[in-house]
């Protein structure tokens, strides 16, 4: 209320650092935040943290642009919970770097263990939580404080009970091409309302869009973007999935371990001093890539997810067209599966253990 009443008397009262949490319920202090910038240019005094990206809000006086560095938290990354962060490099920069090979030493496959860690998810919170029942408990009202809370920060929505039940529905559907018409089906709303609140729900951290690789080099390439859950914990809290159904519903075992992969080689690249942007491929005759990660704007890697623990040469048919396409511009291509094994398939092609996504 203080915030809201005094907004330059109160930034004006700040010590020389602080934080403020869930900044986006005021956006009136962005002005005097701007003020107090502009009069002293000492970086870090002031870290603003929020559940919501504070740029989508529409209240917002100033967008602080020239004066504010943006920083998204992910979840916590597998080798952040395996405590190997900091102590060598990740999976994402051996694989722009692979000139001298990505092999290594034979590894163990992982089983029902890697559904444990998608059912698990990355929120701190809910991994404290020593019971699959609690961290879904956790996760589901999660979930509903940030839609109660947060979402009415960013837009006026008069049926928000949709929104939980909508991101069900496109967790059921994560790793897939998005769908407005599907989406839709269920809950009797047109294809524009469904695309603004799947929009919000990027905005809030609880989904991802990927957007479609393009080329000059590539006709007949797919153009839809594909559609992830933000974290795979919480999608199968939605789903009401332990680790032991997750396992034994293998169709959606392997969308939610294409999301898994996405997930961990963001929170890696996020660390990273180059931008990587990410994008999935498809064309038309269904030759596919799951991630493309493109370093800089020059230097691209492409990884496929499988579920399975036999890699074959047909599983490399849509990055060896990314190969061609991109000639040397392609670092590195992978197929991840839950093998033991690091085996060469062709030049740059490479089959590897998923969870050296982790370890070294």
Same mark, same amino acid.
């Given at each position: 209320?203080?915030?809201?009443?005094?907004?330059?008397?109160?930034?004006?009262?700040?010590?020389?650092?602080?934080?403020?949490?869930?900044?986006?319920?005021?956006?009136?202090?962005?002005?005097?935040?701007? &003020?107090?910038?502009?009069?002293?240019?000492?970086?870090?005094?002031?870290?603003?943290?929020?559940?919501?990206?504070?740029?989508?809000?529409?209240?917002?006086?100033? *967008?602080?642009?020239?004066?504010?560095?943006?920083?998204?938290?992910?979840?916590?990354?597998?080798?952040?919970?395996?405590?190997?962060?900091?102590?060598?490099?990740?999976?994402?920069?051996?694989?722009?770097? &692979?000139?001298?090979?990505?092999?290594?030493?034979?590894?163990?496959?992982?089983?029902?263990?890697?559904?444990?860690?998608?059912?698990?998810?990355?929120?701190? *919170?809910?991994?404290?939580?020593?019971?699959?029942?609690?961290?879904?408990?956790?996760?589901?009202?999660?979930?509903? #404080?940030?839609?109660?809370?947060?979402?009415?920060?960013?837009?006026?929505?008069?049926?928000?009970?949709?929104?939980?039940?909508?991101?069900?529905?496109?967790?059921?559907?994560?790793?897939?091409?998005?769908?407005? &018409?599907?989406?839709?089906?269920?809950?009797?709303?047109?294809?524009?309302?469904?695309?603004?609140?799947?929009?919000?729900?990027?905005?809030?951290?609880?989904?991802?869009?990927?957007?479609?690789?393009?080329?000059?080099?590539?006709?007949?390439?797919?153009?839809?973007?594909?559609?992830?859950?933000?974290?795979?914990?919480?999608?199968?809290?939605?789903?009401?999935?332990?680790?032991?159904?997750?396992?034994?519903?293998?169709?959606?075992?392997?969308?939610?371990?294409?999301?898994?992969?996405?997930?961990?080689?963001?929170?890696?690249?996020?660390?990273?001093?180059?931008?990587?942007?990410?994008?999935?491929?498809?064309?038309?005759?269904?030759?596919?890539?799951?991630?493309?990660?493109?370093?800089?704007?020059?230097?691209?890697?492409?990884?496929?997810?499988?579920?399975? *623990?036999?890699?074959?040469?047909?599983?490399?048919?849509?990055?060896?067209?990314?190969?061609?396409?991109?000639?040397?511009?392609?670092?590195?291509?992978?197929?991840?599966?839950?093998?033991?094994? #690091?085996?060469?398939?062709?030049?740059?092609?490479?089959?590897?253990?998923?969870?050296?996504?982790?370890?070294?």
């Amino acid at each position: 209320a203080a915030a809201e009443d005094d907004p330059v008397g109160f930034v004006a009262d700040l010590p020389g650092r602080a934080v403020l949490d869930e900044v986006q319920r005021v956006p009136g202090l962005f002005t005097a935040l701007k &003020a107090a910038v502009d009069r002293d240019r000492t970086p870090g005094r002031f870290l603003l943290t929020g559940s919501a990206n504070v740029l989508f809000v529409p209240r917002l006086a100033d *967008s602080l642009a020239g004066r504010m560095e943006l920083l998204r938290l992910h979840p916590l990354a597998q080798h952040e919970l395996a405590g190997l962060a900091g102590e060598s490099s990740t999976f994402v920069e051996r694989a722009f770097d &692979a000139k001298d090979g990505l092999a290594g030493a034979q590894t163990e496959r992982m089983g029902a263990a890697l559904a444990e860690r998608m059912a698990a998810g990355g929120y701190p *919170s809910a991994l404290s939580r020593a019971l699959p029942r609690r961290r879904k408990a956790w996760y589901r009202d999660y979930v509903d #404080t940030l839609v109660q809370r947060d979402v009415r920060d960013l837009a006026a929505i008069h049926n928000l009970d949709v929104l939980p039940r909508l991101l069900s529905v496109v967790a059921s559907q994560t790793a897939h091409l998005m769908n407005l &018409a599907g989406l839709s089906g269920p809950f009797q709303l047109t294809r524009p309302t469904i695309r603004e609140y799947v929009t919000l729900l990027e905005q809030v951290f609880l989904l991802d869009r990927l957007a479609p690789w393009h080329s000059n080099r590539m006709s007949r390439l797919v153009k839809t973007a594909k559609i992830h859950a933000g974290d795979t914990g919480v999608a199968c809290a939605l789903l009401g999935l332990g680790p032991d159904e997750l396992w034994n519903d293998r169709a959606l075992y392997g969308q939610m371990l294409e999301t898994f992969v996405y997930g961990e080689l963001r929170r890696q690249a996020s660390g990273h001093e180059d931008p990587i942007a990410f994008y999935h491929m498809r064309d038309r005759n269904g030759a596919e890539v799951d991630l493309v990660l493109e370093r800089s704007g020059r230097a691209l890697v492409g990884i496929e997810v499988k579920a399975a *623990s036999t890699v074959r040469s047909k599983d490399f048919v849509g990055l060896r067209k990314l190969q061609e396409a991109t000639g040397e511009r392609f670092a590195s291509g992978i197929v991840l599966y839950d093998g033991e094994l #690091t085996l060469p398939f062709g030049d740059r092609l490479w089959a590897v253990p998923i969870r050296r996504l982790w370890e070294p």
